[in-house]
């Protein structure tokens, strides 16, 4: 992404908070924009903005009234819209732009019914890298594109990996991709903000209906979706993998290795859907990637090699991938 | 004689307009409240993209009225219920009655505030509002619309005459 393409990104999010929020986020020096990742709100409590390992310290208190605006902005005045999304404490921006929403819970049997009396929200700026992933993509088809699970802590950079690999799979594969959080894609009125390429995205719905949808109706060779988070979710990629499709999505972890910690992942893992973990690693700001592929383990890494790394998940053996 | 009998004339002619300005501004606004509605249950539209729809099926009261508050919307970020607050002094130029300007600006804080299924249950409220008003105007334009008309020329001529 190039400073222009980073300092629009700001701007379409920084449009969305309120008239003194908004003043104060263009506080901040204009070659520094494009390292702002997200805006903090706390009703009560100062602005900030952070990215790169930086903090802005933007304005004093945040007011209930503020926030609430920011929600009639990026909800449109339509809370309607977007109540799916708000029930999962999130929603997201006409231009891709995720408002991460805390407030009081409203529970009806059982389940989270509504979110309200917000008291704060993190609005992270979507991010767009065209060609960040070629030589990635590159490595997971040597033998064809297999299944690629992408794994990154909160902010790591998963699902602008994940769009620019579609992006890239998409010149050669029927790719889909089921954007149920409208982050990958974020579909306007059927046309996406960012550049996918030439896939096939279904907006919103649930990822075990819209995968079956995609499956009956696009044909589809890659589905990407985001974060399979429930077993649910992991039961329709498994039935899905029938199919002969392959998937590319993404998981919030330190590591690979807390992957066998979570038991949607660990069917996942046990069923062999994954032949790909794409580790990406933060450090003062600056993101490295590795590569992990399945395969056998031979005699010298068994007795222990210096020169090899990779890990055991589930029975299966990952092998990190030279670059 | 003439300008005396003609301007008691347009007095009622007038008066004749208003009510059916009234009737046309409630049967705009009772189409786009319907509109909203099922564009809100059935298609879960947010409603920047329903008021163009609203601007183009509803000609009229309805189409210039939301107009002006698609505008605040989108050129100023004014919320919905901010915009038509802002906007509401424009309802006074239909001719309509305070309750029924009431009526018409309670969609504001409807519409966009709670899920689809509550919002069809208040829209359907002030959806009965409105078509009992418009019955009653409708009843009021036929019954006194013509009365008033007759009324104006008869006291323009009979003011003329009681000047000769």
């Given at each position: 992404?190039?400073?222009?393409e980073?300092n629009?990104?700001?701007?379409t999010?920084?449009?969305l ?6 003043r ?8 520094q924009?494009?390292?702002v990742?997200e ?8 602005f900030?903005?952070a ?14 009234d ?13 809370v ?6 708000i029930r ?7 231009s ?10 409203s ?6 019914f ?10 992270r700026i ?7 992933s070629e030589?990635?993509?590159a ?9 690629t699970?992408?794994?990154a802590?909160?902010g790591g950079?998963k ?12 010149q ?6 089921a ?20 896939c096939?995205?279904m ?19 890659v ?8 077993e649910?979710?992991a ?8 199919t ?14 807390e ?21 990406i ?26 020169s090899?790394r990779?890990?055991?998940?589930c ?9 | 004689?003439?300008?005396?009998a ?21 049967k ?9 509605q ?6 879960r539209s ?8 609203i ?7 309805a ?5 002006t508050v ?5 050129e ?7 915009a038509c ?6 309802l006074?130029h239909f ?13 504001s804080h ?11 249950d ?23 619309g ?11 001529i ?7």
């Amino acid at each position: 992404m190039n400073c222009n393409e980073a300092n629009k990104q700001f701007m379409t999010a920084a449009g969305l908070l309120p008239e003194r929020l908004w003043r104060a986020a263009f506080s901040i020096a204009p070659e520094q924009r494009g390292l702002v990742e997200e805006f903090r709100l706390r009703v009560g409590r100062p602005f900030y903005a952070a990215g790169a390992g930086l903090h802005f310290r933007l304005a004093d208190c945040v007011t209930k009234d503020e926030l609430d605006e920011l929600l009639q902005r990026a909800t449109r005045s339509s809370v309607h819209t977007y109540l799916e999304q708000i029930r999962q404490g999130f929603l997201t921006s006409v231009s891709g732009h995720r408002l991460g929403l805390c407030g009081e819970a409203s529970a009806q049997q059982g389940a989270v019914f509504n979110l309200h009396s917000f008291s704060s929200c993190n609005l992270r700026i979507a991010r767009q890298f065209i060609g960040i992933s070629e030589d990635l993509r590159a490595r997971c088809c040597r033998q064809g594109f297999e299944s690629t699970l992408i794994v990154a802590p909160p902010g790591g950079g998963k699902t602008t990996l994940l769009r620019d690999m579609a992006r890239g799979l998409s010149q050669s594969l029927t790719v889909c991709i089921a954007d149920e959080r409208m982050e990958i894609a974020a579909c306007r009125d059927g046309e996406p903000q960012f550049d996918i390429g030439l896939c096939d995205v279904m907006s919103g719905g649930q990822k075990r209906e819209v995968l079956t949808m995609l499956l009956r109706s696009m044909s589809p060779q890659v589905i990407a979706l985001d974060e399979i988070t429930g077993e649910d979710d992991a039961r329709a990629l498994i039935a899905a993998s029938y199919t002969g499709c392959r998937f590319l999505t993404t998981l919030h972890a330190r590591n690979a290795a807390e992957l066998a910690l979570r038991p949607a992942y660990r069917t996942l893992l046990k069923q062999g859907i994954f032949r790909h973990i794409i580790e990406i690693t933060l450090d003062n700001g600056q993101r490295s990637y590795r590569l992990l592929t399945e395969g056998e383990m031979k005699d010298d890494q068994t007795v222990g090699n210096d020169s090899y790394r990779g890990l055991m998940l589930c029975g299966r053996f990952f092998h990190e991938q030279p670059a | 004689m003439i300008l005396i009998a003609g301007s008691c004339s347009v007095v009622g002619f007038s008066m004749n307009s208003q009510l059916k300005t009234r009737v046309a501004a409630l049967k705009s606004f009772l189409g786009a409240t319907q509109l909203l509605q099922a564009e809100i249950v059935f298609r879960r539209s947010p409603l920047p993209d329903i008021l163009p729809l609203i601007i183009r099926e509803c000609p009229g009261a309805a189409a210039s009225f939301y107009r002006t508050v698609l505008h605040m919307m989108t050129e100023k970020g004014c919320s919905f219920s901010l915009a038509c607050d802002r906007a509401s002094s424009e309802l006074r130029h239909f001719s309509l009655k305070r309750d029924e300007i009431e009526w018409i600006c309670s969609v504001s804080h409807i519409a966009g505030r709670y899920d689809a299924a509550t919002q069809a249950d208040r829209l359907s409220g002030i959806l009965s509002r409105l078509e009992l008003a418009l019955r009653q105007a409708q009843d009021e334009a036929g019954q006194k619309g013509k009365l008033y008309r007759a009324v104006g020329v008869t006291a323009g001529i009979m003011i003329a005459l009681a000047a000769v």
